[in-house]
């Protein structure tokens, strides 16, 4: 998971395809071979100097490269405070190669931040920026930040650094590379590690919320959240989390000194013969065989709309990766139910308005198209959501400002809070647009956006009942994070509208069509790159229960998370 982790941004100029369409650029396209002659012409006319432009290990050229995650890092950047912001971005997002091309050494700075990220078991960061500090004489220019890193079954940690800014011939100003641009103790000949205190939970110990056992036997999905909800679970005299944060020598892993010390060591057993979780027997079961039955790597998240709480989780391989707490990937077209909201909230169309729904559409220079040449020339807005239209969205993208979707998604939908989910979890990330065609990929799904079946059960929560319920694990858990505002009772009208649609007449209709009650869906395909197969996703609701489901190469939602989903939500009726 960490390899999918430290390379999840590296997409890069391509073709979105699958289910929910695709786009591309045209202007590569259509210049290609006109930009391979002048490279040549250069090549031959100049010598070295054109060879030393091109090549790729050159700085200024692996800048340029569209890996990095906001597309921008070549430009040049006249204020040392946003050279600074951009950097912490990338590094907060996790984006090694875009935060490294901001620093006058994009290598070892790629490399370093790697190091800190496995050394550390980092699960999640939060990166602030402060003030810009006067220029130093040697022109440097110190910029303070705070980082806090949540590491893995051991809590979090806060510390503050200092970056320091200096302006680069042609280039603007960078991040000077050095390794205490990540922690001020840190050399080239030492890293940073996480040692984590013993302590678990067994399997005797878990409990659903009406107090039934959760053996591992029965329940082998659990694996992966039990040590930790023994972190959480206990009070701070019990808890069982934490560790020590040790400066040790990079070639020896030879301890040099303690650093920090994170959380508590757990002193007693529980006092009450188990942790009570918010899981629900019956439908943890459910998700155990649904998922179990999927040869592909697969994960479940399903929330009680209600209230919030976690009802079920399966990941498949049951002992492998918790990537339905942890996932960090792309959701493909299921984000469009925020997207949605966002366009219903700012008043940008309406249910019946005639959209339009073309087979091939331009935004930011960009060509986005539908899957199968799918076209409703006089389609509602109604329709192409049903039948996941792109072309809809990037026609649609130009009523929406940069930050409008990432607002939405933060203030209503809670994504990027700061969850306290009784165990680690990545929240979601869906982050201000900073050129047309990332807002346009953001909107179906793509671009920079990153979730997981968790964040996107808690979507569909949000959506149906209009007010965000912070998804948790434990019974009468405290501190849960509460979004700044809810969705306007008309805008979560329309979406159940919009889902339901979706299972009636669009793309879920052959695999929840059946399914009765009050039922509504989104399916999505998701581009990860690297050649890799598409990934399938599914999300819908029924009664209470909220779920959504990835398939790592599922290729369509619909085929390959459909049926999961349409087997859980048949034990939740």
């Known amino acids: ?26 202007n590569r396209r259509r210049h290609g071979w006109v930009f391979l002659v002048l490279a040549l012409l250069l090549v031959v006319g100049t010598g070295y100097g054109a060879y030393s432009f091109l090549r790729q290990d050159d700085p200024a050229s692996t800048a340029k490269t569209p890996s990095t995650a906001s597309g921008t890092a070549g430009a040049v950047e006249r204020s040392p405070r946003n050279a600074a912001r951009r950097f912490l971005g990338e590094w907060q997002a996790g984006n090694w190669t875009g935060a490294g091309a901001l620093t006058t050494d994009p290598n070892a700075a790629g490399a370093a931040l790697v190091g800190l990220d496995d050394g550390l078991r980092v699960s999640s960061r939060r990166l602030t920026v402060g003030e810009a500090q006067p220029e130093r004489p ?65 399997g005797e110990e878990l409990r659903a919320k009406d107090g039934s056992a959760l053996s591992p036997t029965d329940y082998p999905s659990l694996a992966a959240i039990r040590t930790g909800l023994a972190s959480k679970a206990r009070p701070a005299e019990q808890a069982a989390s934490g560790g020590t944060v040790l400066l040790v020598d990079a070639g020896t892993s030879a301890t040099v000194k303690q650093v920090a010390t994170v959380g508590t060591v757990q002193t007693a057993p529980p006092a009450d013969g188990g942790v009570r979780t918010t899981l629900d027997a019956k439908l943890q079961a459910a998700a155990e065989q649904a998922v179990g039955g999927e040869s592909r790597t697969t994960s479940l998240a399903a929330v009680r709309i209600g209230t919030g709480e976690i009802v079920a989780l399966a990941n498949n391989p049951a002992g492998g990766p918790n990537n339905a707490f942890l996932g960090t990937t792309p959701p493909g077209s299921t984000l469009k139910i925020v997207t949605a909201a966002t366009l219903l909230t700012k008043g940008a169309v309406d249910l019946d308005d005639k959209v339009g729904c073309p087979e091939s559409a331009n935004a930011g220079g960009m060509r986005f198209t539908n899957s199968e040449g799918r ?118 009208s329309r979406l159940r509208t919009l889902m339901r649609a ?21 399916t999505g395909t998701a581009e990860v790159g690297g050649g890799k197969p598409n990934n399938g996703w599914m999300v819908a609701y029924r009664g209470d229960i909220a779920v959504a489901v990835w398939v790592e190469g599922g290729i369509t939602g619909g085929r390959s998370a459909g049926p999961i989903v349409k087997s859980f939500l048949g034990a939740a009726g």
Not at 16 to 26: A, C
């Open 375 to 492: 076209a409703f020339p006089e389609g509602t807005f109604k329709l192409a959501f049903a039948q996941s239209c792109n072309t809809t969205m990037a026609n649609l993208s130009g009523k929406l400002t940069g930050g409008d979707l990432a607002g939405i998604a933060h203030d209503c939908f809670g994504i990027g809070g700061n969850w306290k989910t009784g165990i680690v979890s990545f929240d979601g990330r869906v982050p201000v647009a900073t050129d047309d065609t990332m807002k346009a990929a953001n909107m179906i799904g793509q671009g920079q956006v990153q979730m997981n079946p968790l964040t996107m059960a808690s979507v569909v929560a949000t959506a149906k009942s209009g007010t965000f319920r912070q998804p948790h694990l434990l019974v009468d858990q405290e501190g849960l994070w509460r979004a700044p505002r809810g969705l306007a009772p008309a805008v979560s």
């Open 138 to 202: 040697d022109g440097g220019i110190p910029v303070p930040f705070e980082a806090r890193l949540t590491l893995e079954n051991a809590g979090e940690w806060t510390y503050t650094g200092t970056l320091t800014v200096a302006k680069a011939p042609d280039r603007g100003y960078l991040v000077g590379w050095a390794p205490t641009a990540l922690h001020p103790e840190l050399t080239a000949t030492t890293r940073l590690k996480l040692a984590p205190n013993q302590g678990g939970v067994g």
């Open 502 to 522: 979706v299972v009636t007449e669009g793309t879920a209709h052959d695999s929840l069509g059946g399914l009765g009650g009050d039922v509504g869906a989104k």
């Open 1 to 26: 998971m960490r390899d999918a982790e430290h390379n999840r941004n590296d997409q890069g100029d391509r073709e979105y395809g699958g289910h929910d369409g695709d786009y591309e650029d045209e």
